[in-house]
């Protein structure tokens, strides 16, 4: 989330936090920027105002004191924790897809997920599908307690389009009829 332009999991992070600061102000948040996006934290200033920021320095578990639980929005934890670690694992399309990504790419992301999963007590999922390709693609982590969330859509953002802009979109593009597009 941590960036000047906010995209694709940058987005959903920003909504996620956004969410739980508005529905749920008896948590106490606490937004930890890791190592050299400290320096970017200004891009985070509007989100949950209240939470306080903390520096996430690599090995530094003094920082991580007083915390009932550390969820990771991305496929990375502190090494060291006095909490329960958790995170949440976005897809594993980097891993699956080599078209789209180089090997030593998919060869980094598949160690740092292992890294993950060894120091996690728990991960969450956006879908079945995913857990499921996880579970065959790290099988040692089979016991690790996994749930299924579903993310949200931002009705402000993402609405159905109107027939007069579908038939305008269809006639640019040069569609043919009604189709579906996932």
């Given at each position: 989330?941590?960036?000047?332009?906010?995209?694709?999991?940058?987005?959903?992070?920003?909504?996620?936090?956004?969410?739980?600061?508005?529905?749920?102000?008896?948590?106490d948040?606490?937004?930890?920027?890791?190592?050299?996006?400290w320096?970017?934290?200004?891009?985070?200033?509007?989100?949950?105002?209240?939470?306080?920021?903390?520096?996430?320095?690599?090995?530094?578990?003094?920082?991580?004191r007083g915390?009932?639980?550390?969820?990771?929005?991305?496929?990375?934890?502190?090494?060291?924790?006095?909490?329960?670690?958790?995170?949440?694992?976005?897809?594993?399309?980097?891993?699956?897809?080599?078209?789209?990504?180089?090997?030593?790419?998919?060869?980094?992301?598949?160690?740092?997920?292992?890294?993950?999963?060894?120091?996690?007590?728990?991960?969450?999922?956006?879908?079945?599908?995913?857990?499921?390709?996880?579970?065959?693609?790290?099988?040692?982590?089979?016991?690790?307690?996994?749930?299924?969330?579903?993310?949200?859509?931002?009705?402000?953002?993402?609405?159905?389009?109107?027939?007069?802009?579908?038939?305008?979109?269809?006639?640019?593009?040069?569609?043919?009829?009604?189709?579906?597009?996932?």
């Amino acid at each position: 989330a941590v960036k000047p332009r906010p995209a694709g999991i940058a987005v959903y992070v920003r909504g996620l936090v956004q969410a739980l600061a508005e529905r749920h102000p008896e948590l106490d948040l606490v937004l930890y920027v890791r190592d050299g996006r400290w320096w970017k934290r200004r891009f985070v200033a509007d989100l949950a105002p209240a939470a306080p920021r903390r520096w996430l320095l690599t090995g530094a578990p003094w920082e991580l004191r007083g915390l009932d639980r550390f969820h990771g929005l991305g496929v990375r934890l502190p090494r060291r924790c006095p909490a329960p670690r958790s995170f949440t694992l976005h897809d594993l399309r980097g891993l699956e897809a080599q078209a789209q990504s180089n090997e030593a790419w998919g060869q980094q992301r598949a160690a740092r997920i292992a890294q993950t999963v060894a120091r996690a007590q728990g991960v969450l999922f956006h879908s079945e599908h995913t857990r499921e390709r996880f579970r065959a693609r790290f099988p040692a982590a089979a016991a690790l307690p996994a749930a299924v969330a579903h993310p949200g859509i931002d009705h402000a953002h993402f609405r159905p389009a109107g027939g007069a802009a579908c038939a305008a979109l269809r006639e640019r593009c040069h569609l043919p009829g009604p189709f579906l597009l996932q």
